[in-house]
Each structure stands twice: as structure tokens, then as C-alpha cells.
């Protein structure tokens, strides 16, 4: 695909949606089998790439449309009240199909027209060395937690270098085939296992400087090498990393949601045999648990909201870099989001008694997934709270997030 391409026409709201909930519900249909397998069906995977949800924030030259911040969130939320680990693979997918835009023309072009989706790992674990034809890098190491990497084409992955028109040492994303690449699967965890974020191993691979991501310089404010060839890119116009985070958010609410749901019909039904055979939902003990987990979901939504009307408010404003308190603000809402959603989570399969512990049930499974979401690194609660509160102070919060 070139930049001269035709422009789609985008893709209505009613119909992302219908599409999400589709792809939803297609995961949930093979979830006991994605568990077991530690991946999605392929199915699965092919009905997402038909949706073309891994387009909708690509430049519009290439396929994307200004696709707005409540219509993402509610895509990520619909396919995760259905299915986590889809959801999770959703996001990555729109995501990671935002940073060939900040490539050299060359370098944009190979990777939006290869059709493929991608996967990525920030964490800053590679070695490089620059190469000898005064151009590339040699990249080795070995990255954990590459989600969706079993289905993808290019890979781009974290390390700390000296670039050559760079002044120290800085983060970037180097960017391979997956022919290049060796997938070590290592995925076998308590939580999101049907993303199947497996290892990827690269032993002095050649990297081209067309295909390395400058992180550190677009979150300072950085467009592509060669300028805004497309100056209103939504994603040219907001703070980057504060867009590229969000959906973490909005993944617990729609799985949280789902339990929340699933919490109040079985409140409904549910007769308390070791009680006298009675009726939860006459009671006042069953009643207030339900008013409580319902208020305490409604609270947590309303931050993960909160995130996507700032990024909406970032684009409608051009704000590209955040002032430091703004910044970490946006990690203590993601950190507040995931931790209590996890807890929420848990309160409930522990009030739903030892029914909800089969597989079958679904219940478990979200609960696990909930936890796994929780432990990302982009929003720990703890990093979060300190990375806060130290802005709030006037000094510098998280060195990353």
C-alpha cells in the first residue's frame, strides 16, 4: 500500500461495534480451548483481521480513519465482555499498527504493506551495536510477553542505544520479520493465556534505520523523520504514550462488566441450601453486596472513561507532551482502574461460593484474566501512586510511565 492509495470510506460506530461483539463472541464460543492451548483459535484471529480493527488508527493514506476515542474504548470493552484475552489482542492490534506512521517514508510503506498485524515489547532488555554500513544496527536478546506475536509479521522490540544522529543514549524499537526471530513459547500463566505472548529471541539481527521506532523522541513530541506528511494523523496530535496505554483501562471495565452482570443474575437465582433455602435476592445481606459491587463498578468506569475523554480533549487541543503531574496522573488512572478491578473481580467469585470455580462457568476465567491484566507494568498500583504523588510534590514521577 502507498500513500497515493485510495482513501477508504470510514466505518460507522453501529457497525464497529456489531463487529466487535461478533468477534466476541466467537472467542468466548472457543475460550475453554484458547485457555488450553495458551492461544487463540486462528479463528478467532482471521475474524478480527476481517473487521479490519487493526486499521482504524492507521493515517487515513493508509487505510485508517480518525476513528474517535469513546467508539476505541467501546470496541476494546465490547469484545472484552466476551473474551479478555481477544480484547487484549484487539487493542495490541490497533495499537501496534500506529507506529510505522513515525517511520522514514520507506519504512512506513513496507510494513502498512505487508497486511499483517504486529506485535511489539518495550521493555528495554536488547543489545545493540551500531553496523558497519553506517547505517543499521545489530540487535540481540531475548524479550518475554510478546502478545499476539503468533500472529504477526513485524516485531519491534525495546532496547537503549546511541542512535547515530543522537546526542545519549535513548529508547527505541527495532523493528524485525518474524523470519529473523526466533518465537520461544514460554507462555504458560495463570491469566490472559489465549493471547499467547510468548518469547522472541534475535541473535545479531540486522535492523535498518528506516525501521526503527524513535520512542523517546515521540513522546517528546516527535512526528515522522520526514515531517507531517499527514498533519491532522489524529495520532500526530495527541501524547502518544497516553493514547498507546489506554486500552488497558477499558479491557478490565468490559471483562469486570461481564462479571458484574453475570454477579446480579445469579444474585437472582441463587438459593442458599446451608441457609435455610433461601432466596439471595431477599435478603439484605445479598442486597447490599449487589449495591456495593455495582457502585464500585460504576466508580471504576467512570476513570477509564475519564481517560478517553482526555486523549479526545488532548486531539481536539493539539497537546502532544503532558505536563509531568498530567502525565503520572494518567498512570495512578490507569493503576486505580486495574488493581480495583481486579479486587472487584475477586470479591465476587469469592461471594459467588464454590459453584463458580468450574471452568464452565466462565467466572474463573475472567477472574484470572482480571489479576493478569493487573500486573502489566504500564500500570502497577503501587509505581503508580508513588509516580503520583511525587508529581503532585513538584518532583519528577515515573521515569517511563
Not at 144 to 156: E, K, P, T
Not at 178 to 207: P, Q
Request: charged letters at 30%; aromatic letters at 10%.
Amino acid at each position: 500500500m502507498k500513500e497515493t492509495d485510495v482513501l477508504q470510506k470510514p466505518v460507522e460506530r453501529e457497525e464497529l461495534l456489531r463487529r466487535a461483539k461478533e468477534l466476541g463472541e466467537l472467542a468466548e464460543k472457543h475460550s475453554l480451548q484458547a485457555d488450553k492451548d495458551g492461544k487463540l483459535p486462528d479463528e478467532v484471529i482471521e475474524k478480527m483481521k476481517a473487521a479490519e480493527f487493526h486499521k482504524l488508527h492507521r493515517p487515513k493514506a493508509f487505510g485508517g480513519q480518525d476513528l474517535d476515542f469513546k467508539t476505541f474504548g467501546d470496541i476494546i470493552r465490547t469484545v472484552a465482555y466476551h473474551s479478555v484475552p481477544a480484547a487484549w489482542i484487539t487493542y495490541f492490534g490497533i495499537i501496534h499498527e500506529t507506529w510505522p506512521a513515525f517511520l522514514p517514508k520507506e519504512g512506513r510503506e513496507d510494513l502498512f504493506g505487508d497486511g499483517e498485524l504486529m506485535a511489539d515489547v518495550f521493555a528495554p532488555v536488547g543489545e545493540v551495536e551500531d553496523a558497519d554500513d553506517d547505517d543499521g544496527y545489530i540487535v540481540s536478546g531475548t524479550w518475554n510477553f510478546c502478545s499476539g506475536v503468533l500472529w504477526c509479521d513485524w516485531i519491534a522490540l525495546g532496547a537503549i542505544h546511541k542512535m547515530r544522529d543522537g546526542e545519549e543514549p535513548e529508547l527505541s524499537l527495532f523493528i524485525v520479520h518474524k523470519d529473523d526471530a526466533e518465537i520461544i513459547k514460554n507462555w504458560d500463566t495463570m491469566g490472559l493465556r489465549g493471547t499467547g505472548s510468548n518469547a522472541v529471541k534475535l541473535d545479531r539481527v540486522y535492523v535498518p534505520t528506516k525501521y526503527v521506532f524513535p520512542i523517546s523522541r515521540v513522546v517528546q513530541g516527535d512526528a515522522a523523520p520526514d515531517g507531517n506528511y499527514e498533519e491532522d494523523y489524529l495520532l500526530f496530535n495527541v501524547p502518544y504514550l497516553a493514547y498507546f496505554l489506554s486500552g488497558f483501562a477499558q479491557i478490565a471495565i468490559g471483562g469486570l462488566n461481564r462479571l458484574v452482570d453475570d454477579y446480579t443474575e445469579k444474585t437472582k437465582s441463587r438459593v442458599r441450601i446451608y441457609n435455610n433455602k433461601k432466596n439471595e435476592k431477599d435478603g439484605s445481606s445479598g442486597q447490599r453486596t449487589l449495591g456495593e459491587i455495582t457502585m464500585e463498578y460504576n466508580a471504576l468506569k467512570n476513570v477509564a472513561d475519564q481517560i478517553l475523554e482526555k486523549l479526545q480533549g488532548y486531539a481536539d487541543n493539539g497537546v502532544r507532551v503532558l505536563e509531568e503531574e498530567e502525565r503520572e496522573k494518567l498512570f495512578a488512572m490507569r493503576g486505580y482502574v486495574a488493581k480495583n478491578s481486579a479486587e472487584l473481580a475477586t470479591r465476587i467469585i469469592i461471594n459467588l461460593g464454590g459453584n463458580a470455580l468450574y471452568r464452565e462457568g466462565q467466572s474463573e476465567r475472567f477472574v484470572r484474566d482480571l489479576i493478569a491484566v493487573s500486573a502489566h507494568p504500564t500500570h502497577l498500583y503501587e509505581d503508580a501512586m508513588v509516580g503520583y504523588g511525587k508529581s503532585i510534590l513538584g518532583f519528577d514521577g515515573h521515569p517511563m510511565w
